[in-house]
């Protein structure tokens, strides 16, 4: 069984930079793509990356490409999300997801199996 556990979120300014990081346990290793998804109050829960290290490729939603960047620990099992010129649009719950199969460069929820809580990133202008 995979277990996803988030952390890092929180309030910042417009502009502010937000780290986030989401400790995996069970059986998620480099053959599974590993993203960041988040979902706004009233909207569909949409794709923001995903990292597939067994051939390091990495896949970015248009809204978040050269602002965000997501990275990999395969030795710790961990995942992380740095954001930077976060603007009021990033404003959302964020979740840690892990896939075994799929579409990963669209970035779709139904592609990913695990997903964590979440952790909620409030940007303020």
């Known amino acids: 069984q995979v277990q996803l556990v988030e952390s890092g979120g929180g309030s910042v300014q417009a502009g502010g930079s937000l780290r986030l990081s989401c400790a995996g346990s069970g059986y998620v290793d480099i053959s599974s793509c590993m993203g960041w998804f988040r979902q706004a109050p009233g909207k569909e829960r949409e794709g923001v990356a995903c990292i597939y290290t067994a051939v390091g490729s990495t896949y970015y939603a248009d809204s978040v490409k050269g602002r965000f960047t997501i990275s990999r620990d395969n030795t710790k099992n961990t995942l992380s999300l740095q954001m930077s010129s976060l603007t009021p649009e990033d404003t959302a719950m964020y979740y840690c997801?892990?896939?075994?199969?799929?579409?990963?460069?669209?970035?779709?929820?139904?592609?990913?199996?695990?997903w964590g809580q979440g952790t909620q990133v409030t940007v303020s202008s």
């Open positions: 997801a892990a896939s075994f199969s799929g579409l990963w460069s669209l970035l779709r929820p139904r592609d990913f199996s695990y």
